[in-house]
């Protein structure tokens, strides 16, 4: 049975620092698209940064964030500075079942069912 476990979400001031974690297990996915979404209350979810072969972020979070993985670990990380308000969400661990997936698949389509998910760690930016 495969499962994502994030950690490392939190209370922090505007301008800190948080680092996310996300262990999983069951399979690995070293060929696979690993990433991370969020969802605010009353919001869509919506796509933060995803890892194969490259880099991948959206606009509101880059140059700030920083996704990496582990590969022998089976493990994402986002680390994220600077951090604002507006970046306080449930933040959601995904790996897509498919080495077909691409990073653009992340971007364009939040909701698929082509993706294992983190049951979500929560962020959380003071002002």
């Known amino acids: 049975q495969v499962q994502l476990v994030e950690s490392g979400g939190g209370l922090v001031q505007a301008g800190g620092s948080l680092r996310l974690s996300c262990a999983a297990s069951?399979?690995?996915?070293?060929?696979?698209?690993m990433g991370w979404f969020r969802q605010a209350p009353g919001k869509e979810r919506e796509f933060v940064a995803a890892?194969?072969?490259?880099?991948y972020y959206s606009d509101s979070v880059k140059g700030r964030f920083t996704i990496s993985r582990d590969n022998a670990k089976n493990t994402v990380y986002l680390q994220m500075n600077s951090l604002k308000p507006e970046d306080t969400a449930v933040y959601y661990c995904?790996?897509?079942?498919?080495?077909?997936?691409?990073?653009?698949?992340?971007?364009?389509?939040?909701?698929?069912?082509?993706?294992?998910w983190g049951q979500g760690t929560q962020v959380t930016v003071s002002s």
């Open positions: 995904a790996a897509s079942r498919y080495t077909t997936v691409q990073p653009v698949d992340f971007m364009t389509r939040p909701n698929s069912r082509d993706y294992y």
């Open positions: 069951g399979r690995t996915f070293s060929y696979n698209v």
């Open positions: 890892i194969k072969g490259g880099t």
